[in-house]
């Protein structure tokens, strides 16, 4: 039987040719999970739109701030609303949490006297 010779030509050949299946198998591996594209440049993998979310988002906030600060300083301006502008419905609901009979309610507020009762009943319960 003879023995087999392997010289070392064949053999860098046949190292070349391993090498260079997997460089094909690990860039078709690139290509397919969308990290590389043909030309050889590389992918932001998600960075792209995670940057654009984020973006999105610290705009979003901004404008929800200013909108909580339009609003605050809405309930503000009717915090300090003078009494004279005051609904007739507010003032007979802090008249009610006072103790005030219906026809006081009814007649200092120029409601109808139903409406003072309503409110005298819900408001006295509940105090509010």
């Known amino acids: 039987m003879e023995a087999l010779v392997v010289t070392w030509r064949e053999l860098l050949a046949v190292v070349i040719a391993v090498l260079a299946v997997h460089a094909a198998e690990l860039l078709l591996l690139l290509r397919w999970s969308g990290r590389l594209s043909w030309n050889g440049a590389k992918r932001p993998a998600k960075a792209g739109a995670d940057q654009r979310a984020v973006d999105s ?31 007739p419905y507010n003032l007979a609901i802090q008249m009610a949490r006072q103790g005030a009979s219906a026809n006081d309610v009814a007649s200092g507020c120029g409601i109808s006297r139903g409406e003072a009762e309503l409110i005298v009943a819900l408001y006295r319960k509940l105090r509010i």
């Not at 404008?63 to 502008?85: H, W």
């Open 57 to 87: 988002l610290t705009r979003e906030v901004g404008e929800l701030r200013k909108q909580v600060a339009r609003l605050q300083g809405e309930v503000d301006k009717l915090r300090t609303t003078p009494a004279g502008s005051v609904s």
